[in-house]
Antibody, heavy 119, light 110 residues
């Protein structure tokens, strides 16, 4: 049973880069046609898709975040990562990673990690 | 403002049946793309529930069903239980934005 776990700093200063890693266990990140994605949820708000990646390097990003987002994959560590540059308080959110079968739906999800942007 | 529109809240008594709608447009649901539903219990991560074809992952009760028609989709929950109290989100593919979510619906079990 695949499990995902987010990790990274819980506090990032404005204008800096937010960096998170998602560790995948119970399955290989290179298996099948799965993509691996990031979603965020602002406090008390709904879900916002950030982007996803295939182990071959194929990536898709939300148009609203595309200029600031990079998602990468490390097959040797069975991990994938998120970088979001030039953060502001508006980027404060819980960040989730998830498997994206066939680039369609998100299942399962990691437990999420709260990232606060503040000086 | 979300691309997919959901009612902010719905409620029902235990044992009742409730439905949650998800309205999109011709660039997403209306274009024939599938719709997926997620349940987010308080303080937890979202969990995939069902798609509009009614396909559920193992462990999801048959009380949850999905459907789609035109530019809208619906999640129905029958035999409502206290443990169903949660936020529910729909998600689909959009020809311009790729992945879109609904704004979420808070289900209250009376």
């Amino acid at each position: 049973q695949v499990q995902l776990q987010e990790s990274g700093p819980g506090l990032v200063k404005p204008s800096q880069t937010l960096s998170l890693t998602c560790s995948v266990s119970g399955d290989s990140i290179t298996s099948r046609g799965d993509y691996w994605g990031w979603i965020r949820q602002h406090p008390g708000k709904g879900l916002e898709w950030i982007g996803y990646i295939h182990f071959t390097g194929s990536t898709y990003y939300s148009p609203s975040l595309k200029s600031r987002v990079t998602i990468s994959v490390d097959t040797s560590k069975n991990q994938f990562s998120l970088k979001l540059t030039s953060v502001t308080a508006a980027d404060t959110a819980v960040y989730y990673c998830a498997r994206v079968p066939h680039a369609d739906w998100f299942d399962p999800w990691g437990q999420g990690t709260l990232v606060t942007v503040s000086s | 403002q979300s691309v997919l529109t959901q009612p902010p809240s719905v409620s029902g008594a235990p044992g009742q049946r409730v439905t949650i709608s998800c309205t999109g447009s011709s660039s997403n649901i209306g274009a024939g793309y599938d719709v997926y539903w997620y349940q987010q219990l308080p303080g937890t991560a979202p969990k995939f529930l069902i798609n509009a074809n009614g396909d559920r992952p193992s462990g999801i009760p048959e009380r949850f069903s999905g459907s789609k028609s035109g530019t809208s989709a619906s999640l129905a929950i029958s035999g409502l239980q206290a443990e169903d109290e949660a936020d529910y989100y729909c998600q689909s593919y959009d020809s311009s934005l790729r992945v879109v979510f609904g704004g979420g619906t808070k289900l209250t079990v009376l």
